[in-house]
């Protein structure tokens, strides 16, 4: 595709391609979380990293630049996994003895941030 440029995709070239800075929004996001006093980040997503599951780059570079910054500075971080196709958040219950002032939630993407949100206000 000679004249066509790839804006934040997954296509990524050494010419006709631009992407945001996504492991550095990571960054930025743990250390402002981090200087406001959070000792423990969860971090949602719906990609499956284990599972090996192809995703946008995006949530992948956001997640290391967080998980970075946690490491770093000894924050403890957890990760939840949302399944959108079947039961979205049914695990609601389970992480809820996470739910407290320590505790930042980070969507890495707006679904995950919708259907956490939603199921959330079901509980």
Known sequence: YPNCVWVDANVWRDER?????????GRTVA??????????????????????????????????????VAQQRG????????????????QIPQLQPLFAPDTAIVALDMYSTVEFLVELSAT
């Open 17 to 25: 391609c631009l992407r945001r800075n996504e492991h550095d929004a």
């Open 31 to 68: 250390v402002e979380l981090a200087k406001l006093g959070y000792r423990r980040f969860v971090i949602l997503s719906c990609a499956d990293y284990e599972a090996g599951t192809p995703v946008h780059f995006s949530f992948d570079a956001r997640r290391r630049g967080i998980s970075e």
């Open 75 to 90: 924050i403890e971080l957890c990760e939840v996994k949302t399944d959108m196709a079947n039961d979205g958040f049914s």
